[in-house]
């Protein structure tokens, strides 16, 4: 959008990218308000980019609790079936 549309140079494209879609907005690059079209862009393009990073982040939270369970489980195995106590301090 922004290279077609606005002129701007790739670089400043993908920063209004990663501004927009990650609901940052600082202002400084914008949707051109001049033609319906694309205040239409504008709006499915900021709702689906918002989906989009609620679903990655939903991905890798999925991800991370996984591993996480995994790691546990092979702690609990490693201690033979006992609940090792990992908030034990050890005395010195």
Do not use: C
């Amino acid at each position: 959008y922004g290279k077609y549309r606005a002129g701007w140079s790739f670089i400043d494209s993908v920063y209004f990218l990663v501004v927009t879609i990650t609901t940052v907005g600082y202002g400084d690059f914008a949707f051109s308000m001049d033609h319906e079209a694309d205040k239409i862009f504008g709006a499915l393009y900021v709702f689906f980019g918002v989906v989009f990073i609620g679903i990655a982040a939903g991905i890798i939270i999925q991800t991370l609790e996984a591993k996480a369970e995994d790691r546990m489980n092979r702690l609990k195995e490693h201690h033979h079936g006992t609940d090792p106590d990992f908030g034990h301090q050890p005395a010195f």
